[in-house]
């Protein structure tokens, strides 16, 4: 079926510089417009919502908000609030739009997990009774349930936020909806698609012998927030591929970690591995080098780095 997304924005916000304005979508091809804010509470949400819907003329809102409430210490009641007056704000310019409102799923890796899972579990409970109260014979309020399939540890690439994984399921679910009671489209097939998170993009590192040791540097990639450099001697007396435990640095779109106390005349192998959160992506092409310092002994044993490779 066709259709078209509405909204302010296209962009989304940079884990990079910190700020909106991003437009690296790793699937590019498809209609970008969107009213989504990063780090909004619900109440915030509704705070220019009624302009916005005034200006796009949706016919159907999709509502995912409530976890950045939570997240600040609040409550489910609180989040269920700004949920309301989201729907209300809306209906002043909008008295026909359909509503389509997303269970919160449970977080993994905060300070505070038992306390906003709780919360986030009062949240969803309370969702399905909201909605129920707010439906009017015009204007339809539907769950989503995103909640029954997400595994946060596994659909999340930090705490809070979902990887690939997580927003396909958050994604189907919101589909699920639509199909049924709405009657848009089809209900998303199950199973759902394997998918592999992390950023897609392989790093492509390159070399420099320094006085300093051996400098590999790489271009930034779509969607990383950090990487894992490994290490391998491959002659002579091979070892075994370590991570090197050096913080990588950067200069504006470079990516780059100094290599020390590398043997004389010996060959290394080097792999750069891109991570966004905890999920690893796509690793470089491995990169071998004959490291030329000044001969000096070579004890038997592994080669290491500035501290060894772990």
């Known amino acids: 079926m066709e259709f078209d997304f509405v909204g ?15 437009l690296n979508y790793a699937e590019p091809d498809f209609d970008t417009d969107h009213a989504a804010r990063w780090g909004a509470t619900a109440r915030e949400l509704s705070s220019d919502i009624a302009q916005v819907a005034a200006e ?4 159907y809102l999709l509502l995912l908000a409530g976890t950045e409430d939570i997240l600040a210490g609040g409550g489910a009641d609180q989040a269920l609030d700004g949920v309301a007056e989201t729907v209300s704000t809306v209906r002043v310019v909008l008295d026909d739009a359909r509503f389509v409102v997303g269970e919160l799923p449970d977080v993994d ?43 946060p540890a596994f659909d999340n690439w930090d705490a809070t936020h979902p990887n690939v994984r997580g927003e396909l399921k958050i994604a189907a679910a919101f589909a699920d909806a639509l199909a049924a009671p709405l009657g848009v489209g089809d209900g998303f097939p199950r199973p759902l698609p394997e998918l592999s ?11 420099e012998e320094t006085d300093d040791g051996l400098l590999l540097s790489w271009k930034n990639v779509p969607g990383a927030t950090d990487y894992r450099v490994v290490q391998r001697r491959v002659e002579p007396d091979p070892d075994d591929a370590g991570v090197i435990p050096a913080d990588v640095e950067s200069a ?18 080097f792999v750069v ?9 796509t690793e470089s092409e491995p990169l071998q080098l004959v490291w ?11 080669a290491c780095t500035t501290a060894g490779p772990s």
């Open 273 to 281: 591995r891109p991570l966004k959160g905890r999920d690893e992506g």
């Open 292 to 302: 030329d310092d000044d001969p000096r002994p070579h004890p038997p044993g592994s």
């Open 197 to 207: 998170a992390g950023p897609l993009t392989a790093p492509e590192p390159e070399y």
């Open 56 to 59: 796009h003329d949706p016919q």
């Open 252 to 269: 504006d779109d470079d990516r780059f970690v100094v290599v020390g106390s590398l043997f004389s005349g010996a060959r290394y192998e």
């Open 8 to 22: 302010p924005s296209d962009d989304m916000y940079s884990l990079d510089s910190e700020e909106p304005g991003d």
């Open 109 to 151: 890796g905060t300070d505070d997990d038992r306390r906003i899972n709780d919360e986030i579990a009062r949240f969803n409970m309370g969702l399905v009774d909201l909605a129920g109260q707010l439906t009017s014979a015009t204007s339809p309020v539907v769950v989503a349930q995103v909640a029954r399939e997400y595994a």
